[in-house]
């Protein structure tokens, strides 16, 4: 049995060394103690969302305090490319199912957008509905044992979208809009303006050293050094992405690709694309 992660503090494993001690406070030891009824001598994962993983024996636990004798630890490389899901607000949860899903399967940023069609709307909500879907990836990531928690960005308006996507493939990204009237499979579509792609599929070459999506660096592939550092995938409402929207994004830089022969709900195009890409890039 994989052993259960926590969530910890950036600062709670900053100094974290292989025989001294590391431990968490807060929600996330109540959760050990009272939900999981983690005891002493068990072995668990402590990671800070930000690829830094330790692993330890538990020697203390009780709802305001968990500790741990470290064992190991990891300082994960972040996967290159980055791979960015877009997903427009949906009705029903069904923009949490994708962001939960796209988290398990290992998506590295989510940017909400507020569609043309989007029936579900944020507006005066936007911070409540970013807490709440930084919460579900959260749960996702410590779900998978990932040390990578998704970021969650401010929701964009279309002309938002459009501004960061001509800015991100200036940079060199590769912007993939999932349309259901595209003729491009997503399996094949160039990734870059160069001929290589991962050789072994490693995703841990290189790594990306600013945060700002419409800023990055986007031009290296971790082999080669020509294919992306980051690929977003675009995903529309249920009512789909209006004709003015795809002609937007397309002028920006971006590519209409199709998933496949059937048309997927706004909750699954976006962790099947995720999947599609993770294989084709060699993550999995």
């Given at each position: 049995?994989?052993?259960?992660?926590?969530?910890?503090e950036p600062s709670d494993l900053l100094d974290a060394r292989e025989g001294g001690e590391a431990g968490i406070g807060g929600t996330e030891a109540r959760h050990a103690a009272t939900v999981r009824r983690i005891r002493a001598g068990e072995e668990i994962d402590?990671?800070?969302?930000?690829?830094?993983r330790v692993t330890g024996t538990v020697t203390g636990v009780d709802p305001a305090r968990l500790t741990v004798s470290v064992i190991a630890v990891d300082d994960e490389p972040e996967p290159v490319p980055a791979l960015v899901l877009i997903q427009a607000l949906?009705?029903?949860?069904?923009?949490?199912?994708?962001?939960?899903?796209?988290?398990?399967?290992?998506?590295?940023?989510?940017?909400?957008?507020?569609?043309?069609?989007?029936?579900?709307?944020?507006?005066?909500?936007?911070?409540?509905?970013?807490?709440?879907?930084?919460?579900?990836?959260?749960?996702?990531?410590?779900?998978?044992?990932?040390?990578?928690?998704?970021?969650?960005?401010?929701?964009?308006?279309?002309?938002?979208?459009?501004?960061?996507?001509?800015?991100?493939?200036?940079?060199?990204?590769?912007?993939?809009?999932?349309?259901?009237?595209?003729?491009?499979?997503?399996?094949?579509?160039?990734?870059?303006?160069?001929?290589?792609?991962?050789?072994?599929?490693?995703?841990?070459?290189?790594?990306?050293?600013?945060?700002?999506?419409?800023?990055?660096?986007?031009?290296?592939?971790?082999?080669?050094?020509?294919?992306?550092?980051?690929?977003?995938?675009?995903?529309?409402?249920?009512?789909?992405?209006?004709?003015?929207?795809?002609?937007?994004?397309?002028?920006?830089?971006?590519?209409?690709?199709?998933?496949?022969?059937?048309?997927?709900?706004?909750?699954?195009?976006?962790?099947?694309?995720?999947?599609?890409?993770?294989?084709?890039?060699?993550?999995?």
């Amino acid at each position: 049995m994989t052993r259960p992660v926590f969530l910890a503090e950036p600062s709670d494993l900053l100094d974290a060394r292989e025989g001294g001690e590391a431990g968490i406070g807060g929600t996330e030891a109540r959760h050990a103690a009272t939900v999981r009824r983690i005891r002493a001598g068990e072995e668990i994962d402590l990671v800070d969302g930000a690829g830094r993983r330790v692993t330890g024996t538990v020697t203390g636990v009780d709802p305001a305090r968990l500790t741990v004798s470290v064992i190991a630890v990891d300082d994960e490389p972040e996967p290159v490319p980055a791979l960015v899901l877009i997903q427009a607000l949906a009705k029903g949860g069904r923009d949490e199912g994708a962001v939960e899903q796209s988290t398990e399967l290992g998506v590295d940023r989510v940017i909400p957008w507020q569609a043309d069609r989007s029936v579900s709307r944020w507006d005066a909500k936007a911070a409540k509905g970013r807490a709440r879907w930084a919460a579900i990836a959260a749960g996702a990531a410590k779900q998978s044992r990932r040390a990578f928690v998704p970021g969650i960005e401010d929701v964009r308006t279309t002309g938002r979208l459009v501004e960061a996507a001509r800015a991100a493939t200036d940079a060199g990204a590769r912007v993939l809009v999932l349309h259901e009237e595209a003729t491009e499979p997503i399996t094949s579509v160039p990734l870059s303006t160069g001929t290589a792609e991962p050789a072994d599929g490693d995703p841990a070459a290189g790594r990306s050293v600013t945060t700002d999506p419409a800023t990055r660096p986007a031009t290296g592939d971790p082999t080669s050094g020509e294919g992306p550092l980051e690929v977003w995938i675009v995903v529309g409402p249920e009512g789909g992405i209006g004709a003015e929207e795809s002609d937007r994004l397309v002028g920006a830089g971006a590519a209409l690709v199709r998933l496949g022969r059937h048309v997927l709900r706004s909750s699954s195009a976006g962790p099947a694309a995720i999947a599609a890409l993770s294989v084709r890039l060699g993550r999995w």
